[in-house]
Each structure stands twice: as C-alpha cells, then as structure tokens.
C-alpha cells in the first residue's frame, strides 16, 4: 500500500466515522500546543506578522486559539466536514485563517513562508513512512529557523499493542486504551523519532509523556512524544 493511498484511507475513514458524526469536533487547543506557541515564537516579530501552519488540523481548535491571539493562521485537513466547522466558527467570531481540504503530504504552500508548525497527533494516521513525507513537507514550508512541534503517539502505549499489525506499521482494529475507535494509527519508537528529524533539522526538545489510570475501568497507558525541532 503506498503512503498517499493510507492517507486517503486514514481521511476517509475519519470523515465518515468520526467528522460527519459530530465526534472530535473540538472547540479548545490542546494544552501542549499553546505552551508550544508562546515559547517558541519568533520574538523579533509581531504577533500579528508571525504565521503558524497546521497539518492535520482538525476542528480548527488549535488554529481558532492563535488567530483570537493575533497570530496568522493556516491549516490543512483532509475532512470537508472539519474544515466546513471551522470555516463557520472563524465567520462567526470575524476572524481570518486559510483552511483548506487537502493532503498534508503534498502541502499547497510554498517554500519558506511560516513560521510555527504544529503536528497534533495527525501524522499518526499514515504509518511512518507517511510521517517522514509529512516531515519533509513541514520542512519545505518553514522559514529557516522555523518551529515545528511534532506531537505523536509512543510504542510504549496500550492501545499500541491492543490490534492487528498492519504492513506500513500501523495497529488497526485497536480494542483496549485511550485510542479505540479512531482508526489504525503508528506508533514511534525512540530511534524513529530520531529518524524523523536527522535531516535539515536541529531537535531542541525531546520528551516522552506516559500516565497510568489504575481506576476499577482504566485504559492502561497512554504514552505520546512531544519534540520540538527548529529548520536549519
């Protein structure tokens, strides 16, 4: 199975099963992407003149807090549904960004124009060889110099070993753990993480997140990386 076909698969599958049902349409940022926001933008440049540009961007909810903050925004999902609410919401509160229906491994922007770039767990969607794609991408996107936080799940996870291996790598069918009922999904290892980011780019931040609910019905683990890497 090539790498832009499992994208197709993976969008279709979260368009019909999720989006269009009204699941995951989420209204806040998640916490890591604001703290990634405000550490890690260009001090020498205003908010208003600063560009962030997520992939996988769902809902708009993590764009929807940085343009309400001045920022110029950008994001590219591949579910008309998600892009269609948060087109809605931007018109309702007046505020401007560049949503579009698309593929995040054939980025319809060019060379060097943003300044902030954001992968919350969207990568996961197309195994690993998609995310290097997804990787390289981003790359060709920022400014030198530019941020991109990468935010995906770890091996170490429980749903990571609660289904069906899949030959790009992915885990379908998952049954147990905090990510049932979202699709096949990758899971990086340490070195594949590494392996992302050991060409044209300089990891600043590299850290591995896992909790434990020991409640009477909890899902086990759920372990995710947060890597923050700049453009050389």
């Not at 949503?99 to 690993?128: K, M, Q």
Request: aromatic share 10%; proline share 3%.
């Amino acid at each position: 199975m090539t790498v832009k076909k499992t994208q197709n698969l993976a969008t279709d599958f979260w368009e019909e099963t999720i989006y269009s049902q009204g699941r995951h349409l989420n209204l806040y940022p998640f916490d890591a992407v604001v703290s990634f926001i405000f550490r890690w933008r260009p001090r020498e440049k205003a908010l208003g003149e600063t560009n962030v540009l997520e992939i996988g961007c769902g809902a708009g909810n993590n764009l929807w807090f940085a343009a309400r903050e001045g920022f110029q925004v950008a994001g590219i999902d591949g579910s008309p549904t998600a892009i269609s609410f948060a087109r809605k919401r931007f018109a309702l509160e007046t505020l401007v960004g560049d949503l579009r229906v698309g593929n995040f491994l054939e980025l319809p922007w060019g060379n060097d124009t943003a300044d902030l770039g954001i992968d919350r767990c969207s990568t996961t969607c197309v195994g690993f060889q998609g995310q290097k794609v997804a990787v390289e991408e981003m790359r060709r996107v920022l400014r030198p110099g530019g941020m991109f936080f990468f935010n995906g799940y770890s091996e170490e996870h429980t749903s990571a070993r609660s289904g069906e291996p899949l030959q790009d790598g992915r885990i379908a069918n998952i049954h147990s753990g905090t990510l049932v009922g979202v699709g096949a999904l990758g899971f990086n290892s340490k070195s594949q993480i590494e392996m992302l980011f050991e060409n044209g780019w300089e990891i600043l931040k590299l850290e591995h997140l896992a909790s434990r609910d020991f409640s009477p019905q909890g899902t086990g683990i759920h372990a995710e990386w947060r890597v923050v890497t700049r453009k050389k």
